[in-house]
């Protein structure tokens, strides 16, 4: 059956429950949630599974074993027996500080918001998982497929904490799609490593003015340690990246802080590069403690690992991708992606409508340029993983941003969501029929010798819930 176009129960599955899901997606936009506190995101998304084919669908709290949790922050829905086993994968967090009505210009609510389009992540994962399992009972093919909708991406832990619960070791493959400005590609991207941690120091209180020699200034020893940083970047390799954000700077000018604190990102291509980057600069933290008399305090909040992006997965769902129908869009939506594109960038909106909005890539190149990273990082030790993306946003968006909120809620989103969630589903589909797809997969994978799991995740970063 390959490529002989869209599998016609996964369209009129489409046909039927479109605008359902559209519905649910909409309804985790307008209650946007933070890292793992996905609690409305989570039962939107079981109540939709429930009644769409998955009956047994359960919410479960990431990282704490599975088993249905009335304050589950994921959700896991399977259907079929037997391998292979497909795995489709969710997203459901929002950002901070990024809540925009979902209109064509900044309308801001105050709050979190979808700045990153997770909801639309939620429904082409739900999409694909009901659409799938519909063809699969209608045409009696064998093989199970899984469903997991994860909490906590934003935070870099909700697939790490689901890896602990073992959500993704029995898969055989698992596919995703994350939106994006740019065009719709499946391409392996380049996703950098992360290792995240906070650093905290405590010193002396006292009155700035009055008797500052007393004091031990904890505020001075962030100052040095983000000083030591900036000298740092100079002699780290050029795919190293560091960003930092003084999460507790004192309470006032005139008291000097006996507590200030500084969280960082320290991000790089591999593994051990980020490793190294990250200890430098916990050396930089300790120097800062001793230049200031103060007590330093260094925990590493997250890891995200070396993504190992499968290329012939990817390539799979290129293929099953050309016979997709491309996204039309209407009169409105363009003026809307017109005047949203405007009323960001202070310009006007470019004429060609290739230049407004995301199409499907013509052209599949074997490695895309990726500077931001994913936790479907922690998925890709355990199984071929393609994280696919692109679409759903107008094109001068930038990303973490509150154009993407407003693009997450629109039809021009939701549009681009159903098209990849078919993706999705006629890429397990024709994988459940052919076997060489999965073999294929696997000889790709096994040929990267990927470090077990607990070799890269060897800190008890695990138990980490708080985010
Ligand atoms: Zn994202």
């Known amino acids: 059956m390959k490529n002989s176009g869209l599998n016609k129960w996964i369209a009129e599955w489409y046909e039927k429950y479109g605008d359902e899901l559209n519905e649910m997606a909409h309804d985790i936009w307008a209650h946007p949630e933070l890292g793992l506190k996905t609690y409305h995101a989570a ?55 990024l809540g925009n009505e979902d209109v064509d210009h900044k309308a801001p609510i105050e709050g979190p918001g979808q700045g990153c389009g997770h909801n639309l992540i939620a429904g082409a994962c739900m999409g694909a998982a009901c659409a799938l399992r519909y063809a699969m009972e ?54 950098l490593t992360v290792m995240a941690g906070t650093f905290e120091f405590h010193g ?77 600069v916990v050396r930089n ?13 260094a925990n590493l909040i997250f890891i995200i690992p070396y993504f190992y992006e499968n290329k012939p997965l990817c390539k ?56 931001t990273c994913t936790d479907t990082a922690d998925i890709s030790y355990f199984c071929p993983t393609a994280h696919i993306h692109g679409g759903g946003e107008i094109k001068a968006a930038p990303g973490h ?8 809620g629109s039809t021009i989103g939701m549009k681009a969501m159903q098209r990849a969630g078919k993706v999705l589903a006629q890429g397990g589909l024709e994988a459940l029929y052919d076997q060489s797809v999965i073999d294929e997969c696997w000889k790709y994978f096994k040929s990267l010798n990927i470090p077990s799991y607990d070799e890269v995740y060897s800190l008890p970063i695990h138990d980490i819930q708080e985010a």
């Not at 939709?48 to 669908?57: C, E, Q, S, Y």
């Not at 933290?285 to 305090?297: C, F, Q, S, V």
């Not at 941003?401 to 997450?408: D, E, L």
């Open 204 to 280: 002396k209180s006292a009155h700035a003015a009055g008797a500052p020699w007393n004091g031990r200034s904890a505020l001075d020893a962030v100052q040095l340690m983000n000083m030591g940083s900036e000298f740092l970047r100079e002699h780290v390799k050029t795919e190293c990246r560091m960003h930092y954000q003084i999460t507790n700077g004192g309470s006032a000018p005139n008291i000097v802080p006996d507590y200030a604190s500084v969280k960082y990102f320290c991000r790089a291509l591999h593994n051990d590069v980020v490793k190294d980057l990250y200890e430098r």
């Open 43 to 97: 039962e939107a998304a079981l109540q939709f599974a429930r009644t769409h084919g998955f009956p047994d669908a359960v919410k479960t709290k990431a990282g704490q074993g599975f088993g249905f949790c009335e304050t589950g922050n994921a959700v896991i829905a399977t259907y079929g027996s037997g391998k292979p086993v497909i795995g489709i994968i969710g997203e459901l967090d929002a950002l901070p500080g």
């Open 401 to 408: 941003h509150w154009t993407v909120t407003a693009c997450s």
């Open 285 to 297: 933290a300790e120097g800062a403690a001793h230049m200031t008399d103060t007590k330093l305090d």
């Open 138 to 191: 209608k045409e009696g093919v064998s093989g199970t497929l899984k469903m997991v909708e994860c909490p906590g991406e934003e935070v870099g832990r909700g697939k790490a904490l689901l890896a602990k619960d073992g959500a993704f070791k029995d898969m055989d493959i698992a596919i995703m799609w994350h939106p994006g400005s740019g065009e719709f590609s499946t391409e392996p991207q380049h996703p």
């Open 316 to 371: 799979h769902l290129d293929a099953v991708s050309r016979v997709i129908p491309e996204i039309e869009y209407t009169p409105e939506e363009i003026q809307w992606a017109k005047n949203l594109t405007t009323a960001y960038t202070g310009e006007p909106a470019p004429e060609k409508l290739e230049d407004l909005l995301p199409f499907s890539k013509k052209e599949y190149e074997e490695w895309g340029v990726g500077t």
